[in-house]
């Protein structure tokens, strides 16, 4: 059965401090994968979403930036912090359409 | 460019009664789906129902069902017996059908089953 991976679930990092989050899936090949950030009091925005290897596509412009460097791998990152990039990011991955499985998350501050 | 708007920020109902959230959102698209998602205090996102907007019959799964009107652009989720486990939050989302599988969320609302 396929399941998500995705760590640490809770980080506090300093203005201007680097982050890289990683998601890792497993039992499936090829899938679409996708981060979503949840702000406090508010939905859930993506960020960004994969079709393959090296394939990003960005939704909103801000201060993260997204990698894929395996099929089943998705990486946040951000070379400096932002107070503004505190809230809580969910990886994400479909590989049937129109069905989408969520990490469990990972809750930022940055203070 | 496709919204969601989610009107009732919070919401609460006794435990055994029926509660209705609203949904309504704007697109120009034809094809699309529509998803209730359930996020309980473990922050894990939960799909609870998913509508396909050519469908004219309304979704229905267990104690949850749907209220779909296409040319209203309404969607809302009716949950029936409530239940101590359905206090969660609750958010309404919006697909198109281009097989990119993006979605576009509202803001949620929160419901809470009084015992």
């Known amino acids: 059965s396929q399941t998500i991976h995705q760590w640490p679930a809770t980080l506090v990092q300093p203005v201007g401090s680097p982050l890289s989050l990683e998601c890792t899936v497993e039992g499936t090949s090829n899938p679409n994968l996708y981060w979503y950030r949840q702000a406090a009091g508010r939905g859930l925005q993506l960020l960004f979403y994969s079709v393959g290897i090296g394939q990003i596509s960005s939704e909103v412009p801000q201060n993260l930036s997204a990698s894929r460097p395996q099929d089943r791998q998705f990486i946040l990152s951000s070379k400096k912090l932002l107070l503004s990039d505190s809230g809580f990011y969910l990886c994400?991955?479909?590989?049937?359409?129109?069905?989408?499985?969520f990490g469990q998350g990972t809750r930022l501050t940055v203070v | 460019a496709q919204t969601v708007t989610q009107s009732q920020p919070e919401m609460s109902v006794q435990e055994a009664e029926t509660v209705t959230l609203s949904c309504t959102y704007d697109t120009s698209e034809n094809n699309y789906y529509l998803f209730w998602y359930k996020q309980p205090p473990s922050r894990q996102m939960i799909l609870v129902i998913r509508?396909?907007?050519?469908?004219?019959q309304n979704a229905t799964e267990n104690r949850f069902s749907v209220n779909f009107q296409k040319a209203a652009k309404s969607f809302s989720l009716k949950i029936s017996d409530s239940q101590l486990g359905d206090t969660a939050m609750y958010f309404c989302a919006f697909m198109k059908h281009d097989g990119n599988e993006k979605l576009t969320f509202g803001t949620g609302t929160r419901l809470t089953i009084i015992p």
């Open positions: 994400a991955w479909s590989d049937i359409p129109v069905m989408t499985f």
């Open positions: 509508q396909e907007a050519y469908k004219q």
